[in-house]
């Protein structure tokens, strides 16, 4: 997802495509395993019941709703107001959504018990983004981040679906890419626990590829090979898929810093 294959991961500039693509993210974008919360909880020590949250990146709400239902008041932060307007269109209590960047968040010191990044570290300044973080965390708290990722090497169809991506896309960030790495948010703190769980996902192949139009490697090509992008994938899933059922094999990396 690079324009200049940065090891941090895709330039902050190509984030702006989302705005153009927040229907497919709001639609197409899975959530998490249940399992990724409670390993939150375990790790992290802060019960999510009672917490209040700050979800930096929260796009449409994928993790800021799922927080709220397991208790949690979420100040959801996002620079995206076509994003912003997805998440406040669910209409969820205890959701507060705030537009804003996650280098310099508009909220008081010691406010919240965690901050939380899903899917959206990798896009903020490495440095400057954690220090906001620790700011407005009360003694006790944590950051956490957590990244969905499908698990290519799992999987001959997907991991040549992954290399028709890198093949067509000039700003493709993934597994197909040599140097493609997991964000380095564990560099940024003393103390870290990371996990990785792992989990299937069932989904439509129409679903599966509104997921594929909502990756901003998608969203910067030109409309009429992005179609064209789209169509090959499709023929390609049905072969694989006559069911019309994807089973992708994924898996979550967590990072929590104390």
């Avoid at 019960?47 to 709400?61: E, H, I, K, R, Y």
């Avoid at 991991?159 to 991506?165: G, N």
């Avoid at 140097?179 to 069932?202: G, K």
Wanted: aromatic letters at 8%; a negative charge; proline letters at 6%.
């Amino acid at each position: 997802m690079t324009h200049e294959r940065l090891r941090t991961g895709p330039s902050r500039e190509l984030g702006l495509a989302f705005e153009r693509v927040a229907d497919a993210y709001d639609a197409g974008r899975p959530g998490y395993p249940d399992e990724l919360y409670h390993a939150l909880v375990e790790v992290s020590g802060v019960p999510l019941d009672g917490a209040t949250v700050v979800d930096v990146g929260a796009g449409t709400g994928k993790l800021a709703h799922a927080l709220r239902a397991r208790g949690a008041r979420v100040v959801a932060v996002d620079p995206g107001a076509e994003m912003l307007a997805r998440l406040r269109a669910k209409g969820t209590a205890g959701v507060a959504a705030v537009r804003a960047d996650g280098n310099a968040l508009p909220l008081a010191g010691r406010s919240a018990d965690l901050v939380t990044y899903g899917q959206s570290w990798h896009w903020l300044d490495p440095v400057a983004s954690i220090e906001e973080a620790r700011r407005v965390l009360r003694p006790g708290g944590a950051v956490a981040a957590c990244w969905n990722f499908a698990h290519a090497a799992q999987a001959e169809w997907l991991a040549a679906h992954e290399e028709r991506l890198a093949g067509a896309c000039p700003t493709y960030w993934g597994p197909a890419t040599e140097e493609w790495s997991v964000p380095p948010i564990a560099a940024a703190f003393d103390v870290v626990e990371e996990r990785w769980i792992p989990w299937t996902r069932l989904v439509g192949i129409e679903d599966f590829l509104l997921d594929l139009r909502s990756h901003s490697y998608m969203a910067a090509m030109p409309e009429a090979e992005a179609d064209a992008l789209v169509e090959l994938q499709r023929a390609e899933l049905r072969r694989e898929f006559p069911d019309d059922v994807v089973s992708v094999p994924m898996r979550v990396y967590l990072a929590v810093g104390r």
